[in-house]
């Protein structure tokens, strides 16, 4: 299972970035799984920030996005997005989407697959 995430780059603090995120391989279908969005910032560990379910719940894995990261999905373009608001320079990292079965989880390793990060640098 591989995802591509992209969209990523270089903001201003309270800037903002949309990242998608699409399947590398055709007959993959984003729908109704859940997407769930990782990030890992330099020298620390890969942490959970999003999760849109089957049935397009959202679960919210980090306080300090609440009201700024909004998920969708667009199910015609077989992709999810991540839309970025107010940016803050530890929301710094690569971004990592990952595609599951079943329910969310903070979990990465309940998300099989690979796929590519896309950078996200906030810096003044």
């Known amino acids: 299972v591989q995802l591509q995430a992209s969209g990523g780059g270089s903001a201003q603090p309270g800037g903002s970035l949309r990242l998608s995120c699409a399947a590398s391989?055709?007959?993959?279908?984003?729908?109704?799984?859940?997407i769930g969005w990782f990030r890992q910032a330099p020298g620390k560990e890969r942490e959970a920030v999003i999760c849109i379910s089957s049935a397009d719940y959202v679960i919210y894995y980090q306080d300090s996005v609440k009201g700024r990261f909004t998920i969708s999905r667009d199910n015609a373009k077989n992709t999810v997005y991540l839309q970025m608001n107010n940016l803050r320079p530890e929301d710094t990292a690569t971004y990592y989407c990952?595609?599951?079965?079943?329910?969310?989880?903070?979990?990465?390793?309940?998300?099989?697959?690979r796929g590519q990060g896309t950078l996200v640098t906030v810096s003044s």
């Open positions: 990952r595609r599951r079965v079943g329910q969310c989880s903070r979990d990465l390793v309940a998300f099989p697959g």
């Open positions: 391989a055709s007959g993959l279908s984003l729908d109704r799984a859940a």
